[in-house]
Protein backbone atom coordinates (compact mmCIF):
# COMPACT_ATOMS: atom_id res chain seq x y z
CA UNK A 1 0.00 0.00 0.00
CA UNK A 2 1.20 3.35 -0.31
CA UNK A 3 2.08 5.87 2.30
CA UNK A 4 2.08 9.46 2.60
CA UNK A 5 5.75 9.62 3.83
CA UNK A 6 7.06 7.46 0.74
CA UNK A 7 5.41 9.97 -1.93
CA UNK A 8 7.03 12.97 -0.06
CA UNK A 9 10.84 11.28 -0.22
CA UNK A 10 9.56 10.58 -4.40
CA UNK A 11 8.56 14.32 -4.75
CA UNK A 12 11.37 15.80 -2.95
CA UNK A 13 14.08 13.59 -4.97
CA UNK A 14 12.10 14.19 -8.49
CA UNK A 15 12.49 18.10 -7.62
CA UNK A 16 16.01 17.86 -6.26
CA UNK A 17 17.30 15.51 -8.77
CA UNK A 18 19.58 13.80 -6.36
CA UNK A 19 18.69 11.29 -3.24
CA UNK A 20 21.85 12.67 -0.95
CA UNK A 21 19.85 16.35 -1.13
CA UNK A 22 16.72 15.17 -1.15
CA UNK A 23 18.24 13.48 2.20
CA UNK A 24 19.13 15.78 3.60
CA UNK A 25 16.46 18.09 3.34
CA UNK A 26 14.17 15.31 4.56
CA UNK A 27 16.26 14.43 7.63
CA UNK A 28 16.76 10.77 6.36
CA UNK A 29 20.00 8.75 5.45
CA UNK A 30 20.81 8.30 1.65
CA UNK A 31 20.23 4.67 2.07
CA UNK A 32 16.73 5.24 3.73
CA UNK A 33 15.71 7.18 0.95
CA UNK A 34 17.21 4.60 -1.78
CA UNK A 35 15.09 2.04 0.03
CA UNK A 36 11.79 4.11 -0.25
CA UNK A 37 12.05 4.98 -3.74
CA UNK A 38 13.03 1.08 -4.88
CA UNK A 39 10.30 -0.34 -2.33
CA UNK A 40 7.70 2.24 -3.97
CA UNK A 41 8.85 1.02 -7.66
CA UNK A 42 8.50 -2.43 -6.84
CA UNK A 43 4.72 -2.01 -5.93
CA UNK A 44 4.32 0.20 -8.42
CA UNK A 45 6.39 -2.31 -10.93
CA UNK A 46 8.26 0.41 -12.95
CA UNK A 47 11.35 2.10 -12.84
CA UNK A 48 10.91 5.79 -11.73
CA UNK A 49 14.26 7.67 -11.86
CA UNK A 50 17.19 6.87 -14.69
CA UNK A 51 20.14 7.09 -12.50
CA UNK A 52 23.18 9.14 -14.21
CA UNK A 53 26.11 9.77 -11.87
CA UNK A 54 25.06 11.93 -9.30
CA UNK A 55 22.04 12.61 -10.56
CA UNK A 56 18.84 11.07 -11.06
CA UNK A 57 16.29 12.51 -13.58
CA UNK A 58 12.26 10.99 -13.91
CA UNK A 59 11.65 8.21 -16.35
CA UNK A 60 8.66 8.03 -18.51
CA UNK A 61 6.52 6.59 -15.54
CA UNK A 62 8.17 8.92 -13.09
CA UNK A 63 7.37 11.96 -14.70
CA UNK A 64 4.07 10.39 -14.96
CA UNK A 65 3.41 9.72 -11.62
CA UNK A 66 5.09 12.86 -10.48
CA UNK A 67 1.92 15.40 -10.76
CA UNK A 68 -0.57 12.34 -9.24
CA UNK A 69 1.70 12.15 -6.11
CA UNK A 70 1.54 16.28 -5.62
CA UNK A 71 -1.94 16.33 -5.63
CA UNK A 72 -2.44 13.56 -3.37
CA UNK A 73 0.21 15.11 -1.09
CA UNK A 74 -1.57 18.34 -1.20
CA UNK A 75 -4.76 16.69 -0.83
CA UNK A 76 -3.38 14.83 2.40
CA UNK A 77 -2.14 17.97 4.38
CA UNK A 78 -5.87 19.78 3.19
CA UNK A 79 -7.41 16.93 5.22
CA UNK A 80 -4.89 17.32 8.32
CA UNK A 81 -5.60 20.85 8.44
CA UNK A 82 -9.38 20.74 8.18
CA UNK A 83 -8.91 18.52 10.37
CA UNK A 84 -7.57 20.23 12.60
CA UNK A 85 -9.77 23.30 12.25
CA UNK A 86 -12.66 21.45 13.56
CA UNK A 87 -11.25 21.56 16.59
CA UNK A 88 -10.26 25.19 16.58
CA UNK A 89 -6.42 24.98 15.76
CA UNK A 90 -4.80 26.63 12.63
CA UNK A 91 -2.55 24.74 11.21
CA UNK A 92 -0.41 24.03 8.02
CA UNK A 93 2.16 25.17 5.44
CA UNK A 94 1.00 28.37 4.50
CA UNK A 95 3.50 29.38 1.03
CA UNK A 96 3.49 32.57 -0.70
CA UNK A 97 4.84 33.53 -4.21
CA UNK A 98 5.76 37.48 -5.07
CA UNK A 99 7.62 38.75 -7.67
CA UNK A 100 7.75 42.75 -6.20
CA UNK A 101 10.67 44.83 -3.98
CA UNK A 102 7.69 46.08 -1.84
CA UNK A 103 6.30 42.88 -1.06
CA UNK A 104 9.26 41.33 0.00
CA UNK A 105 9.86 43.78 2.55
CA UNK A 106 6.23 43.81 3.34
CA UNK A 107 5.10 40.26 3.11
CA UNK A 108 7.85 38.64 5.76
CA UNK A 109 6.85 41.32 8.63
CA UNK A 110 2.94 40.26 8.16
CA UNK A 111 4.07 36.78 7.88
CA UNK A 112 5.95 36.73 11.21
CA UNK A 113 3.36 38.21 13.09
CA UNK A 114 0.60 36.04 11.47
CA UNK A 115 2.91 32.85 12.45
CA UNK A 116 2.95 34.21 16.09
CA UNK A 117 -0.54 34.43 16.07
CA UNK A 118 -1.10 31.20 15.38
CA UNK A 119 2.42 29.09 15.92
CA UNK A 120 0.89 25.96 14.23
CA UNK A 121 1.37 27.47 11.02
CA UNK A 122 4.98 27.99 9.01
CA UNK A 123 5.08 30.55 5.85
CA UNK A 124 7.50 30.58 2.86
CA UNK A 125 7.84 33.59 0.79
CA UNK A 126 9.01 32.56 -2.64
CA UNK A 127 10.16 35.86 -4.87
CA UNK A 128 10.58 35.02 -8.70
CA UNK A 129 9.67 36.95 -11.59
CA UNK A 130 5.97 37.99 -12.20
CA UNK A 131 5.58 35.62 -15.11
CA UNK A 132 6.96 32.47 -12.83
CA UNK A 133 5.07 33.71 -9.79
CA UNK A 134 1.44 33.53 -11.69
CA UNK A 135 2.81 30.35 -13.11
CA UNK A 136 3.09 28.67 -9.64
CA UNK A 137 -0.42 29.90 -8.63
CA UNK A 138 -1.74 28.08 -11.65
CA UNK A 139 0.29 25.18 -11.02
CA UNK A 140 -0.73 25.23 -6.78
CA UNK A 141 2.34 25.61 -6.12
CA UNK A 142 1.59 28.59 -4.03
CA UNK A 143 -1.53 29.80 -2.15
CA UNK A 144 -1.60 33.41 -2.63
CA UNK A 145 0.35 35.67 -5.24
CA UNK A 146 1.81 39.10 -5.12
CA UNK A 147 2.50 41.10 -8.18
CA UNK A 148 2.78 44.72 -9.10
CA UNK A 149 0.72 44.07 -12.53
CA UNK A 150 -2.71 42.99 -12.78
CA UNK A 151 -3.29 40.45 -16.11
CA UNK A 152 -6.52 39.15 -17.17
CA UNK A 153 -7.12 35.26 -16.53
CA UNK A 154 -9.80 33.03 -15.78
CA UNK A 155 -8.25 31.21 -13.26
CA UNK A 156 -6.80 34.02 -11.39
CA UNK A 157 -8.59 36.86 -9.13
CA UNK A 158 -7.00 40.08 -8.19
CA UNK A 159 -7.16 42.07 -5.17
CA UNK A 160 -6.09 45.54 -4.73
CA UNK A 161 -3.30 45.18 -2.01
CA UNK A 162 -2.11 48.50 -1.43
CA UNK A 163 -0.54 51.35 -2.96
CA UNK A 164 3.48 52.00 -2.52
CA UNK A 165 5.25 55.40 -2.93
CA UNK A 166 7.91 55.18 -5.83
CA UNK A 167 10.91 57.92 -3.90
CA UNK A 168 13.60 59.47 -5.39
CA UNK A 169 16.84 58.92 -3.72
CA UNK A 170 20.29 60.33 -3.14
CA UNK A 171 23.30 60.26 -0.98
CA UNK A 172 23.39 62.15 2.08
CA UNK A 173 26.29 64.32 0.16
CA UNK A 174 24.20 64.94 -2.43
CA UNK A 175 23.85 68.55 -2.75
CA UNK A 176 19.69 67.69 -2.95
CA UNK A 177 20.34 66.70 0.26
CA UNK A 178 19.70 69.95 1.70
CA UNK A 179 16.58 70.66 -0.39
CA UNK A 180 13.18 70.70 0.61
CA UNK A 181 12.53 69.85 -2.97
CA UNK A 182 13.41 69.95 -6.26
CA UNK A 183 11.68 70.88 -9.64
CA UNK A 184 11.19 67.97 -12.49
CA UNK A 185 13.33 69.64 -15.07
CA UNK A 186 16.39 69.75 -12.52
CA UNK A 187 16.40 65.48 -13.35
CA UNK A 188 17.80 66.19 -16.95
CA UNK A 189 21.18 67.29 -15.40
CA UNK A 190 21.62 64.45 -13.18
CA UNK A 191 22.91 60.63 -13.54
CA UNK A 192 20.41 58.49 -12.68
CA UNK A 193 20.21 55.05 -11.90
CA UNK A 194 17.28 52.90 -12.92
CA UNK A 195 15.23 49.95 -12.51
CA UNK A 196 14.89 47.87 -15.59
CA UNK A 197 12.21 48.06 -18.72
CA UNK A 198 8.80 46.23 -17.52
CA UNK A 199 9.18 46.83 -13.40
CA UNK A 200 6.92 47.89 -11.52
CA UNK A 201 9.17 50.92 -10.60
CA UNK A 202 9.71 51.51 -14.09
CA UNK A 203 6.79 51.16 -15.01
CA UNK A 204 5.57 54.37 -12.23
CA UNK A 205 8.25 56.94 -12.98
CA UNK A 206 7.44 56.30 -16.59
CA UNK A 207 3.98 57.14 -15.86
CA UNK A 208 4.57 59.78 -13.43
CA UNK A 209 7.08 61.67 -15.47
CA UNK A 210 5.12 62.17 -18.39
CA UNK A 211 2.92 64.45 -16.83
CA UNK A 212 5.51 66.63 -15.91
CA UNK A 213 6.22 66.30 -19.94
CA UNK A 214 9.96 64.36 -19.30
CA UNK A 215 10.36 60.96 -20.94
CA UNK A 216 12.63 58.56 -19.79
CA UNK A 217 14.65 59.00 -23.14
CA UNK A 218 15.64 62.34 -22.21
CA UNK A 219 17.25 61.00 -18.87
CA UNK A 220 20.94 60.23 -18.17
CA UNK A 221 20.68 57.02 -17.22
CA UNK A 222 24.31 56.01 -15.93
CA UNK A 223 23.35 52.45 -14.87
CA UNK A 224 20.17 50.19 -14.63
CA UNK A 225 20.15 47.77 -11.87
CA UNK A 226 17.59 44.54 -11.80
CA UNK A 227 16.63 45.29 -8.13
CA UNK A 228 16.02 48.30 -5.62
CA UNK A 229 18.77 47.02 -3.27
CA UNK A 230 21.32 47.50 -5.52
CA UNK A 231 20.14 51.10 -6.73
CA UNK A 232 20.19 52.17 -2.75
CA UNK A 233 23.82 50.56 -2.39
CA UNK A 234 24.74 52.31 -6.06
CA UNK A 235 22.73 55.97 -4.35
CA UNK A 236 24.63 55.39 -1.37
CA UNK A 237 27.86 55.69 -2.86
CA UNK A 238 27.24 58.42 -4.70
CA UNK A 239 27.34 56.91 -8.57
CA UNK A 240 24.25 58.72 -9.11
CA UNK A 241 20.36 58.97 -8.13
CA UNK A 242 17.48 56.80 -8.40
CA UNK A 243 14.15 55.97 -7.49
CA UNK A 244 13.01 53.25 -5.51
CA UNK A 245 9.79 51.96 -3.56
CA UNK A 246 9.15 53.85 -0.23
CA UNK A 247 9.25 50.15 1.61
CA UNK A 248 12.66 49.28 -0.25
CA UNK A 249 13.97 52.59 1.27
CA UNK A 250 12.93 52.82 4.61
CA UNK A 251 15.93 51.26 6.56
CA UNK A 252 18.46 53.29 4.17
CA UNK A 253 16.83 56.39 4.98
CA UNK A 254 16.45 55.46 8.95
CA UNK A 255 20.48 54.70 8.56
CA UNK A 256 20.84 58.20 7.37
CA UNK A 257 23.13 57.17 4.31
CA UNK A 258 21.01 58.40 1.75
CA UNK A 259 18.11 60.93 1.50
CA UNK A 260 14.52 60.91 -0.05
CA UNK A 261 14.59 64.33 -2.26
CA UNK A 262 11.01 65.45 -2.92
CA UNK A 263 9.95 66.62 -6.57
CA UNK A 264 7.32 69.55 -6.74
CA UNK A 265 4.21 68.55 -8.56
CA UNK A 266 5.32 64.82 -8.91
CA UNK A 267 3.66 61.60 -7.00
CA UNK A 268 5.08 58.34 -7.74
CA UNK A 269 2.94 55.28 -7.05
CA UNK A 270 2.92 51.33 -7.70
CA UNK A 271 0.19 49.08 -7.21
CA UNK A 272 0.68 45.63 -5.57
CA UNK A 273 -1.58 43.26 -6.29
CA UNK A 274 -2.83 39.56 -4.03
CA UNK A 275 -3.95 37.18 -6.47
CA UNK A 276 -5.92 33.78 -5.97
CA UNK A 277 -6.10 30.77 -7.70
CA UNK A 278 -9.95 30.37 -8.22
CA UNK A 279 -9.71 26.97 -9.20
CA UNK A 280 -7.76 26.09 -5.70
CA UNK A 281 -9.93 25.65 -1.98
CA UNK A 282 -8.45 28.12 -0.01
CA UNK A 283 -6.35 26.23 3.40
CA UNK A 284 -7.20 27.15 6.78
CA UNK A 285 -3.98 29.50 6.99
CA UNK A 286 -4.46 30.85 3.59
CA UNK A 287 -8.55 31.94 5.14
CA UNK A 288 -7.11 32.96 8.81
CA UNK A 289 -4.01 34.74 6.97
CA UNK A 290 -6.52 36.97 4.84
CA UNK A 291 -8.97 37.09 7.21
CA UNK A 292 -5.63 38.78 9.56
CA UNK A 293 -5.37 41.52 6.51
CA UNK A 294 -9.05 41.84 6.17
CA UNK A 295 -8.60 43.23 9.81
CA UNK A 296 -6.36 45.63 8.97
CA UNK A 297 -9.12 46.94 6.43
CA UNK A 298 -9.01 44.97 3.09
CA UNK A 299 -12.59 45.10 1.39
CA UNK A 300 -12.54 43.31 -1.69
CA UNK A 301 -11.42 45.07 -4.55
CA UNK A 302 -10.00 48.29 -2.81
CA UNK A 303 -6.93 49.92 -0.87
CA UNK A 304 -5.62 48.60 2.15
CA UNK A 305 -5.75 51.37 4.09
CA UNK A 306 -3.19 53.10 7.00
CA UNK A 307 -4.08 50.52 9.38
CA UNK A 308 -2.11 47.82 7.14
CA UNK A 309 0.76 50.15 6.94
CA UNK A 310 0.57 50.49 10.63
CA UNK A 311 0.49 46.40 11.06
CA UNK A 312 3.61 46.22 8.57
CA UNK A 313 5.69 49.00 10.28
CA UNK A 314 5.37 47.55 13.76
CA UNK A 315 8.13 45.59 15.07
CA UNK A 316 7.48 42.02 13.61
CA UNK A 317 8.66 38.72 15.91
CA UNK A 318 11.00 36.49 14.85
CA UNK A 319 8.95 34.10 13.10
CA UNK A 320 9.25 30.53 11.25
CA UNK A 321 9.03 32.30 7.90
CA UNK A 322 11.32 30.86 4.87
Not at 128 to 149: D, I, K, N, Q, T
Amino acid sequence: MLDWHTLEVFVTAARLQNFSAAATELNLSQPAVTQRIRTLEAYLHVTLFERQRQRVFLSEAGAFLLPLAEDLLRRSKRLEEMMHSLSGQVVGHLVIGCSTTSGKYILPGLLARFCQRYPGVSATVQVGSRARVLEMLLARGVHLAFSSERVEHAEIAFTRFLEDDVVLVASSHHPWAQRSAIAAAELLNEHMIMREKGSGTYNAVVQALEGVDISLHELHTVMTLGNSEAILMAVEEGIGVGFVPQSAAARFLSAGQICRVPIEGVRMQHTIWMAENTLQPATSAQIHFQKMLEAAGLDRGHLYPAALRELWQQQAPAGPVA
